[in-house]
């Protein structure tokens, strides 16, 4: 399965962007969608998770900032990200969960897309 993420950018602070994930493949359906962020020099951490029944979960530093949504029928997961701080500042990467065709499980990740928020 492939993940090709869009709508990254520079973007000064207090500003919003919205980041989109579409899955391509010989899917079966998609459970879990998430998206990751890895700033230099730090871990890879959780941005922010939706499963396929649409309850949503937040890390604290976005809650009230960031928005999951999903498309299932689009096998899209989009970010809308507002207020957006400097250190927001990050490579986003979308994660997806699920069964293809086959009935075998698949874990896939995108690229990553660039995020940057000057002050």
Request: glycine letters at 12%.
């Amino acid at each position: 399965v492939k993940l090709v993420e869009s709508g990254g950018g520079l973007v000064q602070a207090g500003g919003s962007l919205r980041l989109s994930c579409v899955a391509s493949g010989d899917i079966f359906n998609v459970h879990g969608m998430a998206w990751y962020r890895q700033a230099p020099g730090k871990q890879r951490e959780l941005v922010a998770s939706i499963t396929s029944g649409g309850r949503a979960d937040y890390t604290d530093s976005v809650k009230g900032r960031f928005t999951i949504s999903r498309d299932n029928a689009k096998y899209t997961v989009y970010l809308e990200m507002n207020s957006l701080k400097p250190e927001d500042t990050a490579l986003y990467f979308c994660n997806q969960d699920g069964l293809l065709a086959a009935m075998r499980v698949f874990n896939s990740w995108g690229q990553g897309i660039q995020v940057t928020v000057s002050p």
